[in-house]
Each structure stands twice: as structure tokens, then as C-alpha cells.
């Protein structure tokens, strides 16, 4: 084993130096640590390291995030990995109702530990239902739960609303292939994440959705956009091949190469000013012991699934999420007020 890690590539050895002295890794670096094999001894060490720093910096907690999809539509947005592209998409235009909505938001809240709850519209969503359902979770969420949105490419003023109405977080991403593989405008998609930032609202990002055939430049360049705007929270997503959509022949990459990127995320992310947490999505356990400290259960629809409401599908609820961050050794999850729980097996 001694001769072994002799053998470690000096650079790889460099940058997991570096990043024990609190250095994160610089674009050369995330393109060397990229380059190595996803079952190399390089990029095992480089997962362990991210592992071991973010939870240092996380008294070795995880959050849990839930999503109640709201609607579901033919969208312009056409991406050609999502459930909903307008031009290969099964669903018809549908909202959750009022009092289904409410049944998933006290869902949720039904046990203690979930950080925050995103919901999630279309690229082209109704603000007045979207504010009404905020102001409603906001009512209903027990606890310090954080209200965050995910929503399509929208203006200052929209964000502002948002905020009125309890929103203190966005999801916002400009995605791998945007503008080539899906319908809207790169430019678009960064002017929403700044949009939010200047609203006053959090910007979570990730590096998604990562396929077989993106190029480690490619992804080097997508996942510096979410750092380059100070992002809150950073992640990483494997694109999972939807039935029927355009990107489905392209398969999908291995969850040790997802636990590698997320890695690499980690240690891109892990020295901006209050970065506590990477995610990793769909959530899985090598990514929680690669880094990620962040999963989500999701309800309602989803891009990922062509099914009408995830939780019965490929969604996981908030206590397979619990008991995969107690398998990955976390010792606490931590409320939205970031106030921690004991992590137990259930
Ligand atoms: S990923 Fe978003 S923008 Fe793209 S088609 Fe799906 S819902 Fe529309």
C-alpha cells in the first residue's frame, strides 16, 4: 500500500495539499483531478479529501431539502433531457391544487429536520399561483424551514415578490449544452441568477446535467459559473436518460464518476465564504461520502420522471433521505436555522 501511494500523481498530490491548507482547487486543477479514471487511486483520494473537508466544515452534517413540483406543462424551454420539453413531452397542462399542495407541505413537516423546501414551476410560470403557494407553504411549514423557489428565467421584480412572500433562496442554473440542447439563451439564464442575487435572495447552483458525452472543460467551465456569481450552496447532477426525450439514447454516467465530479465541485466550492454545503443529485451514497452533504426528496412532477408525482417513482421521501446520511456517517442534520438533530437509524 506504502509503494502505492508513491505512485500518486504529484500534481493530484499537490492539489489535495493545497486543499488540506485551504486552498480550493483552480480550474488546471479541477481539469487534472477530472482527467483521472473514476476508479483511479487518484480520484478515490481526491473524493475522500473532499468528504473529510466539508464535513469539518459541517461538524459532519447533512440537510435534507425537499421539492413539491407545482405544475407541470409542455415547456419552451425544450431540453432535451426533461419530461417536459414541448416537443417530445407527454404531460398536459396541469397545477397541483390547493389542498393537495397543502397535503405534501405538511408532508414534509411531519417530521423534524428539513433545512429548506423548494418549489418548483415551469421556465414559463404564473407569479400570482407561484407567490399564492408561497405565502401558503409559508403558513404551513413548521419550523425554521427555509422557503426557496425553483422557477424558470425571471426578473428583479418577480424575485422581490418572492421574497415578500417568504422565498430566501433560488435554484438557478445555467445548464450544460444551454441554448444547444434546450431552447433558451445562456445569457438569460445567468442574468436570472443574478437577478436573484440582486433581490436579495441565495443562489444555489450545480453542475448539471452531467451526460457521458461532456468534455471535463466543459464541465470545468459549467461549474465556475455558479462559483464566479458566489453562489450559496454548490452541487453536482447526473442527467438520468427520461424515457422519450431527446438525450435518452446518451445514456448516463456511472455513480462513482457522479461521486468524482461532485469531488471536484467540493473542492472548486469549499474556501468561498459560507459554503457549507454540496449537493449531490440524485441523491445517492457515494456522493455522500464524496463531498455532498445535501440531499433532496422530491414530491409532485419532475423533470427527471415521467411520472406525475415523483414520490411514487424515482423521488425518495425525507426518511430514506435520513437513513442514507446516517449510512454515510453524518452525525447531525441541520434545521434551516442550521440548529442541528442527532442523525439516528429508522
Ligand atoms: S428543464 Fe425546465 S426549462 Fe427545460 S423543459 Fe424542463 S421545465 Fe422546461
Not at 486543499?19 to 483531478?33: F, M, Y
Not at 455558479?226 to 436518460?241: D, E, N, T
Amino acid at each position: 500500500m506504502v509503494q502505492q501511494f508513491m505512485r500518486i500523481d504529484p500534481k493530484i498530490a499537490k492539489i489535495l495539499e493545497n486543499a488540506w491548507a485551504g486552498v480550493s482547487a483552480s480550474r488546471q486543477d479541477c481539469l487534472h483531478l477530472l482527467a483521472c479514471n473514476e476508479h483511479s487511486l487518484e480520484a478515490a483520494l481526491a473524493r475522500t479529501a473532499a468528504s473529510h473537508i466539508i464535513r469539518e466544515k459541517s461538524d459532519n452534517s447533512a440537510i435534507i431539502l425537499g421539492q413539491i413540483g407545482l405544475e407541470a406543462a409542455p415547456c419552451p424551454g425544450n431540453c432535451g433531457f426533461c419530461s417536459f420539453g414541448k416537443g417530445h413531452t407527454s404531460f398536459e397542462k396541469s397545477q397541483l391544487s390547493e389542498d393537495a399542495f397543502a397535503a405534501k407541505v405538511r408532508g414534509f413537516c411531519a417530521e423534524d429536520g428539513l433545512y429548506g423546501l423548494y418549489l418548483m414551476a415551469m421556465h414559463a410560470y404564473d407569479l400570482d399561483f407561484f407567490l399564492r403557494r408561497a405565502r401558503l407553504a409559508r403558513e404551513l411549514l413548521r419550523g425554521p424551514v427555509q422557503l426557496l423557489a425553483n422557477v424558470g428565467d425571471t426578473g428583479p421584480d418577480a424575485f422581490r415578490e418572492m421574497k415578500k412572500a417568504g422565498i430566501t433562496g433560488v435554484y438557478h442554473v445555467c445548464r450544460l449544452g444551454e441554448g444547444r440542447t434546450t431552447s433558451l439563451d445562456p445569457e438569460q439564464r445567468i442574468k436570472t441568477m443574478e437577478n436573484a442575487l440582486d433581490a436579495g435572495l441565495q443562489l444555489f447552483s450545480c453542475l448539471e446535467p452531467v451526460g457521458p458525452e461532456h468534455s471535463d472543460e466543459e464541465l470545468v467551465d459549467n461549474l465556475f459559473i455558479g462559483i464566479s456569481l458566489g453562489c450559496a450552496q454548490h452541487a453536482a447532477m447526473r442527467r438520468v436518460p427520461v424515457p422519450g426525450t431527446p438525450l435518452e439514447r446518451r445514456g448516463y454516467i456511472s455513480n462513482l464518476r457522479l461521486g468524482q465530479i461532485t469531488a471536484v465541485v467540493a473542492l472548486a466550492a469549499f474556501a468561498m465564504p459560507g459554503m457549507t454545503y454540496i449537493g449531490v443529485h440524485e441523491p445517492t451514497e457515494i456522493g455522500c461520502v464524496s463531498g455532498a452533504n445535501v440531499v433532496t426528496a422530491e414530491t409532485g412532477v419532475n423533470p427527471r420522471d415521467p411520472a406525475t408525482d415523483t414520490s411514487a417513482n424515482r423521488g425518495m421521501d425525507m426518511a430514506a433521505c435520513r437513513n442514507m446520511l446516517y449510512d454515510c456517517g453524518f452525525h447531525f442534520i441541520r434545521r434551516g436555522d442550521e440548529s442541528k438533530i442527532p442523525l439516528g437509524k429508522r
